[in-house]
């Protein structure tokens, strides 16, 4: 027999090759995940966009970004505190009262998280561009999670309180923080632009306009100079909040690991975050995060 040609026959198969399915524990922690990823990715696409003549993309960003930042941090505190407990679960009682909407308060937990996984050896690459313009996002949408979503109705029914207009709070903590560094060409050439659209239309046109902090805009130069600004602070404030999406993703990602090597049985949340986890050269440059 001539050995120097071998027919190919492909290998008999008498078993099924295995059939893998998802673990029915996994699958709330895989649709919270990709709920958590869209409402973070809907809410940036928005505070990407908002202006002061089309408000309600700030609120579309408000509500979008705050329960995707609490969803998240939720997702952290779940994990970790299934690794230190022997894999069982905070109860709900725990999650949804104690915890609740107070994103102030899950954001120092989730700190507290990331030091001691720091403290065991866990490297992080990231930490948070600005520590204190981080904090101050923070607390303006867990004022609007906690109690001024509603603000705008409150105030009609007379049961606004003490509360904050959240925009007027976004405007003077955040926003006009970051205004301090608008560069002065692009101040300069804003307010050049202004100017000649107020010397060529000036006379014939009527604005009545409002700021975001609910100070009016009366004239043209006020609202070409008012757009340029918004536009650029803008760009900064969803930058910001996306280093901190990423700042977040790091620390689930350090608890996966952690619960995973403890023999707790989670899937890999963060991989449904990983096109945040880019340097701020991408994130910087970013419009579009769906």
Known sequence: MDDDWIEDVPPRIDESPP?????????????????????LATGLNAMARANHLENGLYSQAFFNV?????????????????????GSFPSRKTLQRELGHDLARLFGEAQVIRNRLADDGHDFGWTLVDADLAQAII????????????YNLDYLVGGS???????QAW????????????????????????SDLQSLLGDAASIMQM?????????????????????????????HCATIVR??????????WRAIEAGVAVPFLFEFFATDNNPASYLQRRRAFL
Not at 67 to 82: H, S
Not at 161 to 167: A, F, K
Not at 247 to 256: H, N
């Open 19 to 39: 059939v893998y399915v998802i673990p029915e524990p996994w699958k709330p922690f895989l649709r919270e995940a990709d709920l958590t990823r869209m409402c």
């Open 66 to 86: 705050s329960i995707g930042l609490e969803r998240l941090l939720k997702l952290i505190y779940l994990v970790d505190y299934a690794t230190t407990h022997g």
């Open 171 to 194: 405007a003077r903590d955040v926003q006009d923080k970051l205004a301090e560094n608008y560069p002065a060409r692009q101040r300069a050439n804003a307010a050049q632009r202004a």
């Open 211 to 239: 700021r975001e902090d609910g100070s009016h805009v009366t004239t043209l130069y006020e609202a070409g100079v008012h757009e340029a600004l918004g536009k650029w602070v803008q760009q900064k404030a969803t930058y």
């Open 139 to 150: 607390e303006v949408l867990s004022e609007f999670a906690r109690s001024t979503r509603y």
């Open 247 to 256: 700042y977040l993703a790091e620390i689930l990602r350090g608890v996966t």
């Open 161 to 167: 309180g003490q509360s904050r207009d959240p925009l």
